[in-house]
């Protein structure tokens, strides 16, 4: 057994080697403290330490900052450092509009043609820290071995290689440990040595066959290193594929599926194609390395309370979350509409139920504005206590107050229309056949035109003052009147009799006009007509002047009439007096 051991060492041998890829950076220690000296031109290393606790530290230096890192728990920490290279302003003006594209292959395309290798730099190791201190890096206090033979002078200790077909029945160990009666329980191949490592040397050198070589490597060779299981592309320099000593039990499980393969993290029972488990919400990371667009991480979780998108760079805010227990179609996206309740939104936003559905827009401590669909009506104004107001280019011009009341050009109605405002045409009133009505403030008037008539064709001032461009027309058919009653003429002569009719000015005309009227108390009080006895209805007046102009013309009439039965009489009496008077002579 010993000498198949030997001979089996002697055969792997030539395929035992240690591939040294391009250093990107050095790492030294000193005491709680780790630096690295970059070794590769850069504009920024961006370090990441991984700790014992489980919790990521990220930083980033410019160019001339070494990297630096002070440790604070005992333990095993793994480091990364990544190489944002140098990229001329020209060039970072175009990653921004293809950034603002969303179009990554222009991005590469761009780096490619500015010499910059897409892929990015890397380097990463492993350190202990014992008692504060670091007690060891990667590539420092490395412990020999006989699987180092990097530093065999010649043939020195190296047997004549083993041609031919080999088998080997029952079980095989090779390295430089091997026992020479080996316990080996189950186990059919062992490996057994400080220094584990199995290199895949592809030696094809013609045409187009593949060649790259690989590497299986076990533990780090260094004193505090890391211990973990990798599969390395030693052409490449690249460690792909790694497993840390210590990952729990099914941390990757990839199941047969059927006809779907299904990955589980931490289960070995995944029941999707993709299945993570953990006990406390469950956590995809996507981190944007910084190498050349900035440092960004972003999060998605779930767990029993939401499923969530966590913004972790800025203040780990969470963007958006979905609540256990929402209804099917809660929230669509179609075509670039947005549906909430439908799979098939018709509008850009549409929202839809079979009872009111409301979209409201709340202030965390002012208004809540809001639509509503009803089945009978749409609604929109103010859900509380507020005022709604309606803008243009971002200018309020209406408002809606709490109470009801609509004022244009006023932020505070004070009536159920209350239009502010000095301007022409504050209110417009347009006919498709007939042009259009003003209704505006003109000098302190109320005043109506036509079609933008300079003069008002109707305007009513402050003092009461009514002006019309035209005859001012009452309704008077019979019918629309009622309750006739006949009037008595002399009665109504009487009652004028007794009517002051005055010259006067009103109190707030500041013009000072003169007018002639009665007095409205005495005419309500000698004839009882009109609304009440502070105003006079014209045809109020008309009717009474016209009524005493009847009566006056009957009387004057019936006068005629017996003027002329006394002149008729006083001409006989006076032919009488003429014939006596002749007589006599």
């Not at 699987?147 to 043939?155: L, R």
């Not at 979905?322 to 509409?337: K, V």
């Not at 009665?518 to 008309?542: I, Q």
Request: aromatic share 8%.
């Amino acid at each position: 057994m010993k000498r198949l051991t030997v001979i089996m060492l002697l055969a792997l041998a030539s395929l035992i080697a240690v591939a040294r890829p391009a250093e990107v950076v050095r790492i030294e220690t000193a005491g709680a403290t780790a630096a690295w000296t970059p070794l590769v031109p850069h504009d920024a290393l961006i370090l990441n330490v991984s700790l014992p606790s489980g919790d990521v530290v990220q930083a980033r230096f410019k160019e001339g900052t070494e990297p630096h890192f002070t440790v604070f728990e005992e333990g095993l920490h793994t480091w990364e450092i990544l190489v944002a290279p140098r990229i001329d302003e020209g060039t970072r003006a175009l990653l921004a509009d293809a950034r603002e594209q969303n179009d990554e292959a222009l991005g590469r395309r761009i780096l490619e043609a500015a010499g910059i290798c897409a892929e990015g730099q890397t380097a990463s190791g492993a350190f202990t820290v014992l008692g504060g201190t670091i007690i060891a890096a990667d590539g420092m206090a490395h412990e020999p071995g006989a699987g180092d033979d990097s530093e065999a002078p010649g043939d020195a200790g190296r047997a004549a290689p083993l041609t031919g077909d080999l088998t080997v029945r029952n079980s095989l160990c090779v390295g430089g440990d091997c026992a020479d009666y080996e316990n080996y329980g189950y186990d059919t191949f062992r490996l057994k040595e400080n220094n584990l490592r199995i290199h895949f040397d592809d030696t094809s050198s013609t045409g187009s066959f593949p060649y790259n070589d690989w590497r299986i490597t076990i533990n780090d060779s260094a004193d505090g290193g890391a211990n973990y299981f990798s599969i390395d592309d030693a052409t490449g320099g690249r460690v792909p594929f790694k497993i840390e000593a210590g990952a729990r039990s099914n941390a990757l499980y990839v199941d047969n599926g059927g006809s779907y393969a299904r990955i589980g993290i931490n289960t070995a029972s995944p029941s999707e194609e993709l299945d993570i488990s953990k006990d406390d919400s469950p956590t995809i990371r996507l981190h944007q390395d910084g190498s050349w667009y900035p440092l960004y991480n972003w999060d998605i979780l779930g767990n029993e309370a939401n499923f969530m998108i966590r913004d972790t760079t800025n203040s780990s805010s969470f963007a958006f979350r979905i609540r256990p227990g929402c209804a099917t179609n809660t929230l669509t996206l179609s075509n670039s509409r947005v549906g909430m309740g439908t799979w098939e939104p018709a509008y850009s936003l549409d929202v839809y139920g079979t009872s009111d559905r409301t979209i409201a827009a709340r202030h965390s401590a002012g208004a809540t504005a809001g639509l509503v669909g009803a089945s009978g009506a749409a609604r929109i104004g103010s859900l509380s206590n507020h005022n709604t107001e309606f803008m243009a280019n971002g200018t309020t011009y209406a408002t809606l107050s709490s109470g009801g009341n609509f004022g244009i050009g006023t932020a505070a109605p004070a009536q159920l229309l209350d239009v502010g405002g000095d301007v022409d045409g504050a209110v417009r009133i347009t006919t498709v056949a007939d042009g259009y009505w003003d209704l505006y403030s003109d000098a302190g008037a109320f005043a109506l035109s036509k079609d933008g008539a300079a003069d008002p064709l109707l305007a009513l001032d402050g003092g009461g003052h009514l002006t019309v461009q035209g005859v001012l027309t009452q309704g008077s058919s019979r019918a629309i009147k009622k309750d006739f009653v006949s009037l008595d003429g002399c009665t109504l002569l009487d009652r004028l009799s007794e009517l002051t009719v005055l010259e006067w000015s009103y109190i707030h005309d500041a013009t000072g006009s003169r007018h002639v009227s009665p007095m409205a108390e005495d005419f309500h009080a000698l004839f009882g007509l009109g609304a009440d006895a502070r105003h006079l209805a014209p045809s109020d007046v008309a009717g009474v002047a016209l009524a005493a102009a009847k009566e006056l013309a009957v009387q004057n009439t019936e006068l005629r009439a017996e003027n002329e039965v006394l002149n008729a009489r006083l001409a006989a009496l006076e032919t009488a007096v003429a014939a006596l008077q002749q007589a006599a002579e």
